[in-house]
């Protein structure tokens, strides 16, 4: 069991009163709060540390590149890198996404080719492949899921072919926090000889995740849905993919030599980070890998899935409640997206904030998802570290309050 | 611990409207058709309008949304239906200044006055106004007509 009350202690922003009442943030897929330690890890940077990296002789300079490579070195050993060369630190998992899009996909996708998704990726695991696909005339096909939120494995199956050059797959779903079989579907995938992607955003906060047994190919995550601080992704690729992938952006410190036409590429890591990096953010991140690991990963996941089972046990028995996804919480991450019968999502959301209660509402930047599901919106609450029952229950009572002061509607709603 | 109330923004109005929403529906034959999408959310408005002699003879919505999304559109159309186009725009600008600069409602705009709540949420002003950009944008459309009418 988690100390939750220690945990709280650690993030100053719960300890403040949102409408009258205690703040029960639920809004974790979207972001996580940052603990004390991270905050203080930004403040110390810049008060001690603070010089651009790689380049300077002095002090200071030499303190920061320390800084930043270690915080390198605790992404690599927090996923199980070969080493840190293979941890490019970028804004964020969509820009870790279109990175592979732009440097891999531009050299090695062509006319006719097929890049294999499923109506589950978020609009950062869609897009930046309909641009490489319209660049390219490559071709975009689509796993379904099947009618409780799983994947549909056998349709992903048959859609795999000889044309298949990518696979690209959440871990786990942003709205029905339905977690892939990422080491079956990287068998198909490299079966057929394509390549897989995975989109670790809402899996690597959550779950213990080591690449050396996930079978993926290339993992993009995002700092700030795991304790740490806004504006730091990562893309994780083995070496010899990223070794013979071309740049990304172009500019200083990926450089080797630069002559008036051309120029040769810095080394791993550093070819794929361009300019002067988002230091104080990608150090104090290292503070929050550092803050996960003492607790560890496997007691995260541990205390997500007992409350996502109460949470899908209570909320089940909230009149006029249909919850999307598996129905057990041993096959989904601590996300419950769900629907209410009597009022609309933004509906819901803005009464569970008159309850201090911060839910999500809309459709999760997942609108093959709401169109699979038949909805075009759902309401979606999400656990961190910090949320315990006492959360739950604030939550149930604010959807309470909900049928209350939309009850009428809820009758009707039956009768017409 | 009491109860939130939330008698400001979900007033009675609005949740009647909401409920029994007037005038919902395509009409059979409108003179000008308009629609729109908020991005954001997700919410969809259709509108028809049958105006003749610059008058907006009737209305009929339809879409999907929030109560607040849906219940102004019901409004609308409720407030709308008879009245001269110009008097359309008038009340649009009453809407507009009370949900965005706050302003206190205007006596002409009626039940619409049920929607000043709204104003105190910015992030659900748009839902409120959705239904009006799609009105003006019928607007625009009625006027475009009427000048290559003067011109043609």
Redesign the interface.
């Known amino acids: 069991m988690l100390d939750i009350a220690r945990i709280r202690g650690d993030f100053p922003i719960l300890g403040q009163q949102v409408n009258g009442r205690r703040l029960v943030y639920l809004d974790n897929a979207a972001t996580t709060q940052k603990p004390r330690q991270v905050i203080e890890a930004l403040v110390r940077y810049y008060e001690t540390s603070n010089a651009n990296i790689h380049r300077g002789i002095h002090t200071l300079a030499n303190r920061a590149t320390e800084q930043y490579e270690a915080a390198r070195g605790s992404v690599a050993r927090f996923i199980g890198a070969a080493g840190p060369q293979e941890v490019i630190f970028t804004r964020n998992a969509t820009e870790a996404i279109n990175l592979v899009a732009r440097a891999w996909g531009d050299a090695s996708i062509s006319e006719g080719d097929e890049i294999v998704l499923t109506v589950m990726e978020h609009h950062s695991n869609i897009v930046p492949w309909q641009l490489l696909a319209a660049r390219k005339g490559a071709r975009l096909r689509y796993a379904g899921i099947t009618p409780d939120g799983r994947l549909d494995l056998d349709g992903l199956r048959q859609l795999i072919g000889p044309r298949t050059r990518l696979v690209a797959v959440t871990q786990m779903s942003n709205v029905l926090g339905t977690i892939n079989p990422v080491g079956d579907i990287a068998e198909m995938a490299h079966a057929a000889g394509a390549l897989l992607l995975v989109d670790g955003a809402q899996s690597v906060p959550h779950l213990p995740v080591d690449v050396r047994g996930l079978g993926a190919d290339f993992l993009a995550f995002s700092a700030h849905k795991m304790l740490g601080p806004t504006g730091v992704g990562v893309l994780w690729a083995r070496e010899e993919l990223l070794a013979a992938m071309p740049p990304f952006l172009g500019g200083g410190d990926m450089i080797a030599v630069v002559r008036e036409e051309t120029s040769t590429w810095a080394d791993l890591p550093h070819k794929f980070e361009a300019g002067t990096p988002n230091i104080a953010d990608v150090i104090a991140f290292g503070e929050a890998i550092a803050y996960l690991e003492s607790i560890g990963m496997a007691n995260v996941r541990r205390h997500e899935e007992e409350l996502t089972a109460l949470a899908l046990e209570r909320l089940g028995r909230v009149p006029g409640l249909q919850i999307f996804g598996p129905a057990s919480a041993a096959e989904r991450g601590g996300v419950v997206s769900f629907a209410m019968e009597a009022a609309h999502p933004h509906d819901v959301a803005t009464i569970a904030d008159g309850y201090g209660v911060a839910i999500r509402a809309g459709h999760h930047c997942a609108q093959l998802l709401m169109r699979a599901l038949g909805v075009p919106a759902t309401s979606r609450a999400s656990f961190s570290i910090y949320n315990g029952e006492d959360d739950l229950e604030a939550l149930i009572e604010a959807l309470e309050g909900v049928n209350r002061v939309f009850g009428e509607g809820r009758e009707r709603a039956a009768v017409r | 611990?009491s109860?939130?109330l939330?008698d400001d923004?979900?007033r009675e109005l609005i949740?009647d409207h909401?409920?029994?929403p007037r005038n919902r529906g395509p009409l059979p034959a409108p003179t000008l058709q308009a629609e729109g999408v908020n991005p954001?959310?997700?919410?969809?408005i259709h509108l028809d309008l049958d105006v003749s002699d610059g008058v907006i003879r009737d209305l009929g919505f339809w879409g999907?949304?929030?109560?607040?999304s849906q219940s102004s559109a019901s409004m609308l159309t409720e407030r709308l239906k008879g009245r001269p186009l110009a008097e359309a725009e008038a009340v649009t600008g009453k809407v507009r200044s009370m949900l965005v600069e706050g302003a206190p409602p205007d006596p002409e705009l009626g039940d619409l006055a049920a929607l000043e709540g709204v104003a105190k949420?910015p992030v659900?002003v748009k839902?409120a106004l959705l239904a009006w950009n799609v009105l003006l944008e019928a607007l625009r459309q009625a006027k475009q007509a009427a000048q290559e009418e003067r011109h043609g």
């Open positions: 611990m109860e939130p939330f923004l979900y949740l909401y409920r029994r954001v959310c997700g919410d969809e999907q949304g929030c109560s607040i949420l659900r839902c």
